[in-house]
């Protein structure tokens, strides 16, 4: 056998299985998305790109797509923050910093169902913990109907999967932390730089792409979101917690829709692609900048 | 879904496994692997009998579906039926992809399947469900309950048998309407006084508890509505919508004032279904509640209910001039156009239909039987006396839209109420919805 047979045959059982597993799926999701195909109408056709320009006519989906951006936004956002804030103090010394930072973890091994009906409780509106505590604070007079006003649904949701993240996020960016130099820091106080010049100037910036890394993570498994919307709300009221995941499960599962179902789902796909180009292109340029 | 069983000590849930149970399954299934060691065909006693399979969603009681089987195998020698079991009734997405998957197969398995009463007519209408016009005729049809009947039929066929079903219906606070003098309310307008009133007693923080969480529960809520005020949802033969018609607009317009204008439900309703809106009626918060049948068990239960005795139930309220109307649900029996074993199918899903297995279902599951004589059966009005009450509101029983595309309409059906049960501009909505469903089933 030449010399040059042998990498690659080597390599032939990791592209089988990434191709089995990965590009198999997607390439299938994008044909049926070409078809018509229905179990319950038993059709299969190929119907070009008619899903596609009903998918873009369709108000159901741009509902869900503005929700999900939203949420991805919003959740990131928020998750980055906290998660930074609480990063740069559990890096610093103090007594049971170990014992903190094991238990930081916690809401983020939670199973997602279970933080759902969690949340489901602490929001009820009838005899949930937030509104008695809002209310005896006196910060509401009236309690409020979280889950059941289109205002509240999605902010709620959101407040959710912040709580349950932002430890993952803190936990990458103490890693981030702790790959800065020490000598940077303590160089700069020799130079008499303060506390936040010492984090504006030398943290923030090395910190970056590991941030935005994390960012990138967090907002593709963001634009995922399921088990919270099918838990809590199911979609509702009046579809205002609706997402492309959902509504997606909806048409694949419900209605057995397979062409239209894997039509929202490559949409879907595209929209996470696109959103994933974004942020390594910064990403790329943060790192050249820093090193 | 689950009445009270002899010994389930009065919760619903899952199996009651006795030790009785666990060693014969232990048995069993030491005998299974011994056979499958020494290579001998499991099923020894199977020789010379017709070989059929039954799939259904698996329902728990003192028993299982799969003991039932067992009694239909013992019976007789002519038939042999393997149980194949789907997941419960609480995961009926995946019970229908599972029916759906094999359905869609065309070999003839299952033979037999029981089915959720909104899919039947999209099995009918993919040609996967046996009509079953042959095999029964109107003297066997005149003993099922008519609504359920009607559920069971696709295109002016019978494509299902009925087997057992549970419906909606209005549960009371029997203690306070005495209390004030008051007659159970027939109609939505006398509940609502009533409701009120309880309020403004400070006997109740409630008056009327429903659900109005984007989900099936809310379809069946709203049918209940617009069937009472002798409105429909789609036409009677599923082509196009009447839910734009002012029958179901006052209807939707009146679960919207439950909660904006009569103030006796909280704006909390829109987020519920069954469960968060049971609790607060058990904890004697409401004065009524619309609800399935498995409430009744709970609420006699001192454990968890504050309103043991104090509790009623009977049909729902109707708008003047309508009718009492409750959704129906339940599963019923299909067989499989393409089983290569009619008769013995027919057979085997007739004996499961018969009076004797419905009122054995109803005995140890607590579910419903379709057979409206079963109610005068003096052991079932001994052991259940509760399901005996309920044969008024099974005779209301009204099915859900009967159309093959009842997975779309009823997404559709869910978003459209939904809002207008939001926005409260519920004929602009219901116009809307009414053009979607159109779209849908014409």
Redesign the interface.
Known sequence: MPRWVWPWLLLLPTFLAIGAVAFWPILEGLRLSLTNTS????QSDFVGLENYTGLLSDA?FWNAWGHTVWFTFASTLLETLIGLGMALVLYERFACRGLVRAAMLVPWAMPTVVTSKMFGWLF???NGVVNWLLMNLGIIDAKI??????DT?LTTLIIADVWKTAPFMALLLLTGLQTIPKSLTEAARMDGARGWTVFWSIRLPLLMPTLLIAGLFRALDAFRVFDLVYVL????????TETLSTLAY?EL?????FGYGSTVSTAMFITEAILAAILCLWLVRTIRRVS | MTFKTPHSGGRPGPAHVTQLDRRAFLSTGAAGLGAAALGLPTRARAAGRKQISFASAAFFGNESFGDLVNSFNESQDRVMVDYIELPPPSSSTEVYQGLVQQLARGNGTPDVFSQDVIWIAGFAAAGWALPLDEFVDAEMTSKYFEGTLSACKWDGKLTALPWFMDTGMMYYRKDLLDQYGEAVPETWAEMARIGKAAMEAGDTEFGFLWQGKQAEVLVCDAVEAIASNSGAILSDDGRSARIGESAAVEAIQFLYDTINEMKISPSDVLSWDEEPSRQPFTAGKSMFLRNWSYVWPIAQDPSVSEIVGKVGAGPLPHFDGGKSASTLGGYQLGLNANTKERDAAWEFMSWMSAPEQQKRIALNFGLGPSRPALFDDAELNEKQPFMATLRPVFTGATPRPVTPEYAKVTLALQSGISKALVNGEVEKEMTALSGQLDKIVG
Do not use: H, M, V
Request: aromatic content about 10%.
């Open positions: 179990l319950i109408t038993r159901r009820d509106g009838q109907n979280w889950y059941g006003n289109p649904a709300t199911g979609g509702g009221p009046a579809d205002s909806k599962f419900s209605t057995l829709e």
